[in-house]
């Protein structure tokens, strides 16, 4: 065959195969400030909590917020069709391997969404004096968008597997118009989730203040299984940081970029920041609190879809406190706790004051960066193959 003829593989690298480079000085932690603006709200952490229901009620959503962070509520939850969640919470937590799926998809079509429990859940949150950040798939946004801006939410974000602002139906329509939706809205709209230069762009142009990447790396998303479908993270992010830059050449506006998924430990933190990102969205790591709604175990958003699920249960476990795992002390040497003092240290050490100069940071591709040297801690199941 011509080599012309043959379709081209383009190398993508997940966060697991690169490393952040130290500069030529260091700095003292006190110096640094990892704080960041996104939509309108002031985080003294660039960290998000997922809007998936193992993660984020409106009581978790309020330690996040005291701690410095920000959880984001899911509108198409279990939260918002159930008066009492915590019984469905403790029959998922329960219910056998073998019929979780069967359960789930009862669960989420049973109720539909009330409108009293969304006025509700988002009163919940703000009574505790933080902003409230609430999400919706496009199928359900402008039902759920007006919704949540009448209870008083702060941000609304739009979140699918892929989203794009070119939706060809067959019966000709177009879908959600995101656009018009947020001209629409008085209060911010974030959108995810994308992986590609050229739709993050265009995500940008609809005068969204937030877009999330990531498409398929979450730790109980099964998308790339079954679809086929994903980028590495680490491409992804640097992807849409060029079409951050060039959005910004062309209004002088910059839309933070947040990165959804695969981002397990600290360190995933920081070399996401590093390649790009102005913030990150996890689930697993808070699944892991003692007071997370699912019980030590956490599954994704997809999951309980009627067609075709994209998700499964895992078990996680419960390591601490919600506060623990954000601002320490650490009791463990994996990454998982205490991701506010990490950060400092890490960014201290590179000598970056502000996540934008870790933008400037020189990242390198190291596939030895997890097994390099680490043979003990692989075979004694420690550190940074604690299980």
Known sequence: ME?????????????????????????DPELVDISTKI???????????????????????????QCGGAGVLNLEGIQTRYEDPN???EEIANVEKKDYVALMQTIYQKNDIKKELVEQRIKEIKDQ???AIVSSTPQRAAELGPLAEKANADVFVIQSTVVSNNFQSKDGGNGLDIKE??????????????????VTLELM???????????????????????????PMATAITKAGAARKQYFNETGIYVPIIADGGIVNSGDICKALACGADAVMIGSPFAKSYEAPGRGYHW????????????????????????????????????????????LTCFATLGVKSIKEMHDIEVIVAPALMTEGKIYQQAQELGMYKR
């Open 129 to 131: 004096n933080i902003p």
């Open 39 to 65: 939509a309108g709200i002031k985080l003294k952490m660039p960290l998000f909590a997922s809007a998936m229901d193992s993660v984020i009620s409106p009581q978790t959503a309020g330690i996040i917020g």
């Open 3 to 27: 080599k012309n003829l043959e379709k081209k593989l383009t190398r993508a690298y997940g966060l697991n195969e690169i490393a952040l480079v130290p500069s030529d000085i260091t700095i």
């Open 205 to 231: 142009r609809t005068g969204i203040q937030g877009v999330f990447v990531g498409i398929g790396p979450g730790a109980a998303c099964t998308t790339r299984g079954v679809l086929g479908i994903g980028v």
């Open 181 to 198: 939706f947020v001209k629409s809205m008085s209060i911010p709209v974030m959108l995810g989730n994308t992986t590609t230069y050229q």
């Open 300 to 343: 994704g958003m997809a999951t309980p879809n009627s067609v075709l699920p994209r998700g499964a249960r895992i078990k996680v476990g419960t390591i601490a406190t919600l506060e623990q795992i954000l601002l320490g002390p650490s009791n463990s040497d994996d990454g998982s706790q205490n991701l506010y003092g990490a950060m």
């Open 87 to 89: 019984s469905i919470l």
